[in-house]
């Protein structure tokens, strides 16, 4: 079973393609869809292999892709320090 | 409310117009100023970096004008009462920031220090020539204000109205000496801390969620409450056209929303922004109109035409931008002539002659580099009233 | 199992917190860099734990220059070339910030060339994030001081012929305490910079080669930006602690990374009240924070 997924925010996409170039275990390829701006974006050919470690998020340019490992909510891990 | 005690020096003083500049500023609550230096304008920086780490605050020598001119908003974003000081040359490398403290609605004050020009001009003598660039010389539409001192004392008094105007209005205000007054020595009375009223930060007390940084408040102000970086507002500030939000927003709507704004702000005060000293204008066939240095050397002038029985009046502007059209316009319903004499080669008189609707406008130009014969002036009132 | 992580509301790109995102989606052409070094920069921000009611970010004028307004911090969108000295000013009202830059090449090394080298000389308390594109990307491709040799530009059409600036070089050389480079390929490198930087007290300077794939990549036939950074792959080399004399960019040579500078020296503030405090002894007020009446 993955340990891991990612989340995918189609419309801000611009499919530059990084994602897809970098992810270690090669999980994602660009998608034949379009979005409304034109571009394809990622979609998962490997979900079994992705591991979360979220290389696809630190990538992407548009803040449209972040990978997880199962079971975390990425969001929780308290970020912000408010004094 | 009152000032702060620790910068005020009070007592009776000799000072010239630059150090009392300083004490202004420093009796106004300023903690902060950085500065380049340029004849004859430093003195007001020398003294305050000598002064400012006993009062508590900072002076930065920075590497130009430019660097002068956006680090004091750094400084006043950051929570501080802030000024930088220039002449001519520096005055005109700081333009770029003018705009910038328009447009983002900066409290600061730019003192000018002025010499003769253009480019390099004399760097040790007298002028009044950047009255129109204090005016217009950043780019775009924008309204500022600029007061003019003519001595020392008031040096030190129009220093402190200068960063209360500022913070009221947040808006960067010119304060336009010049070498004459800049390097006369006289009296200067600084009274006591409690006598001396200060215009607080228009801070704000809104909850960070509830918080626009450029939205006015719905009392009718046209300015809107500030916030300081490290409060928790996580603000955005742009010298792009913006939006209540302070985001960019490019358009013709939020463009004339904006610039209308910061026009308004300034040109609808023009009664509270009105300060002048008349002497016998109310029945004056002839009016001078002066400011700076040259209305002392003016006054000489006038009391000689007086003596001789002409009906001279004297208008001295202390704040020249916003320009007082409308006392204008009333003095030249009775008034047959203004006289402008000035130490440029016509920048106020052409404001006088704007507002005067056509009532016979006089200017006594001079290039600088001195000031005017007061047997000039005399002459020019003279003329003028045949 | 996954299916439903992946439904779920709460689960956010790290970014996103902070993001204002109501002006997403953001300007930047598809392939350009800036917004890779954003991820670096809320990943280090989220790792150091930061206080971010504390944490200023202040831009100057350019794409770069549009990071402040994208960031859910108090930020700042200066001038052209001006954002070190406003931050200067920042940083000296309110010792308590950190404050960030965060600029383009062009920005920092022409326009505001004179203040990147004397902010490094004064050693004042500001963490330096060129993103180096090696052109000036918004208004069009024109040449910066940074273009490698024989680059095609508008400015330069024929190819680049003046000699370009080592960035590393010239602040090491005005006296900054911590300079590194990376490309944005090297994200979790960029973050660990960044960190250090946020770590260290005194003029820091990290560059960022990102790709300019509409305007640099394209007009000079090397691609995309995909091919950008697969370039960087290939040709960076890591010489922490290399001379930063010896790290010059080429047009298609090597690419040196690695951190160059790491050493310590007191920042301005520390070397101003250390005299004033010998110069004024008793009379000598120290202020924190300059709160104006």
């Given at each position: 079973m993955a340990k891991g997924t990612v989340k995918i925010v189609v419309e801000r996409?611009?499919?530059?393609?990084f994602c897809v170039e970098f992810c270690p275990t090669k999980v994602l390829a660009l998608s034949p869809a379009f979005n409304s701006k034109g571009y394809h974006p990622p979609h998962m050919?490997?979900?079994?292999?992705?591991?979360?470690?979220?290389l696809c998020g630190m990538y992407c340019p548009d803040f449209a892709i972040f990978g997880y490992k199962v079971g975390?909510?990425?969001?929780?891990?308290?970020?912000v320090h408010e004094s | 409310m009152k000032a702060d005690p620790a910068g005020v020096l009070t007592g009776v003083h000799f000072l010239d117009g630059d150090h009392a500049c300083c004490e202004g500023a420093l009796a106004a609550g300023a903690c902060f100023a950085a500065g380049y230096p340029i004849t004859p304008s430093t003195e007001v920086v020398e003294r305050f970096a000598a002064r400012i780490p006993k009062v508590g605050g900072t002076f930065i020598q920075m590497e130009d004008e430019l660097a002068s001119s956006i680090a004091i908003q750094g400084a006043v974003w950051g929570g501080a009462k802030a000024f930088t000081v220039t002449s001519g040359p520096g005055f005109s490398l700081m333009m770029e920031h003018i705009g910038y403290a328009v447009m983002t609605e900066t409290p600061c004050v730019f003192v000018n220090v002025q010499r003769g020009?253009?480019?390099?001009?004399?760097?040790?003598l007298p002028a009044q020539s950047d009255m129109m660039q204090a005016r217009?010389?950043?780019?775009g539409d924008y309204e500022v204000i600029a007061l003019c001192p003519n001595s020392p004392q008031e040096c030190f008094d129009l220093t402190i109205t200068a960063f209360n105007l500022s913070e009221k209005y947040r808006v960067p205000v010119m304060f336009m000496m010049d070498e004459c007054v800049g390097h006369m020595t006289e009296k200067v009375i600084i009274p006591p801390a409690e006598q001396i009223e200060i215009e607080p930060r228009r801070k704000t007390h809104k909850p960070h969620d509830a918080y626009?940084?450029?939205?006015?408040?719905?009392?009718?102000?046209l300015v809107p409450e500030m916030a300081h970086a490290g409060?928790?507002?996580k603000f955005h500030v742009t010298g792009?056209?913006?939006?209540e939000r302070g985001y960019p927003a490019m358009t013709v709507a939020a463009q004339q929303k904006l610039v209308g704004r910061l026009r308004d702000k300034i040109s609808k005060a023009a009664d509270d922004l009105l300060l002048v000293e008349q002497d016998?204008?109310?029945?004056?066939d002839v009016v001078v109109v002066t400011y700076g240095i040259t209305s002392r050397v003016a006054q000489r002038g006038i009391d000689s035409a007086r003596a001789k029985g002409l009906k001279v009046g004297k208008l001295r502007l202390k704040?020249?931008?916003?320009?007082?059209d409308q006392l204008i316009k009333k003095l030249s319903q009775r008034a047959k002539a203004f006289v402008v004499p000035e130490l440029n080669l016509g920048q106020i008189s052409r404001e006088v002659e704007r507002a005067a609707g056509g009532v016979k406008t006089v200017c006594v130009p001079h290039a600088g580099g001195g000031v005017h014969r007061p047997e000039d002036i005399l002459k020019a009132i003279q003329e003028a009233s045949r | 199992m996954s299916e439903v992580d992946f439904e779920?509301?709460?689960?956010?790109?790290?970014v996103e917190p902070f993001?204002?995102?109501?002006?997403?989606?953001?300007?930047w052409c598809p392939g350009c860099g800036i917004g890779t070094t954003v991820n670096c920069f809320t990943r280090a921000l989220i790792d150091s734990k930061a206080n971010l009611e504390k944490l200023v970010v202040v831009s100057g004028i350019g794409c770069t220059g549009r990071v402040a307004g994208y960031l859910?911090?108090?930020s700042f969108h200066t001038t052209h070339g001006r954002a070190i000295p406003f931050a200067t000013g920042l940083k000296l009202a309110n010792p308590k910030l950190t404050v960030v830059v965060y600029a383009g090449d062009g920005d920092l090394s022409a326009i505001g060339g004179n203040h990147l080298i004397h902010a490094a000389r004064r050693n004042i308390d500001l963490k330096v994030i060129c993103v180096n594109n090696?052109?000036?990307?918004?208004?069009?491709?024109q040449t910066a001081p940074t273009t490698p040799e024989h680059a095609t530009t508008s400015t330069n059409?024929?190819?680049?012929f003046e000699p370009g600036f080592n960035l590393p070089h010239l602040v090491d050389a005005a006296g900054a305490v911590y300079v590194a480079r990376w490309t944005t390929f090297h994200v979790r490198q960029v973050a660990r910079s960044m960190q250090e930087a946020f770590k260290k007290k005194g003029f820091s300077f990290i560059e960022i080669i990102s790709?300019?794939?509409?305007?640099y990549q394209r007009r000079n036939k090397m691609g995309d930006g995909l091919d950008a950074m697969k370039y960087y792959k290939q040709a960076s080399k890591v010489k922490n602690?290399?001379?930063?004399?010896?790290v010059g960019l080429t047009k298609t040579g090597e690419i040196a990374v690695g951190k160059f500078v790491d050493r310590d020296r007191p920042d301005y503030r520390e070397l101003m009240v250390h005299r004033f405090h010998e110069s004024l002894g008793d009379e000598y007020v120290e202020t924190g924070e300059l709160v104006c009446s």
């Open positions: 996409c611009k499919a530059c393609g050919v490997n979900p079994e292999k992705c591991s979360g470690c979220d975390e909510k990425p969001a929780q891990k308290e970020a | 020009g253009p480019s390099t001009g004399l760097p040790t217009w010389g950043s780019h626009k940084p450029y939205e006015c408040n719905g009392d009718g102000s409060e928790g507002y792009l056209t913006h939006d016998n204008t109310a029945d004056a704040i020249v931008w916003p320009f007082p | 779920c509301a709460e689960c956010t790109n790290p993001l204002r995102s109501e002006r997403m989606p953001h300007i859910k911090l108090d090696l052109i000036y990307g918004m208004t069009g491709g059409p024929y190819g680049t790709p300019c794939p509409t305007l602690g290399a001379p930063t004399g010896e």
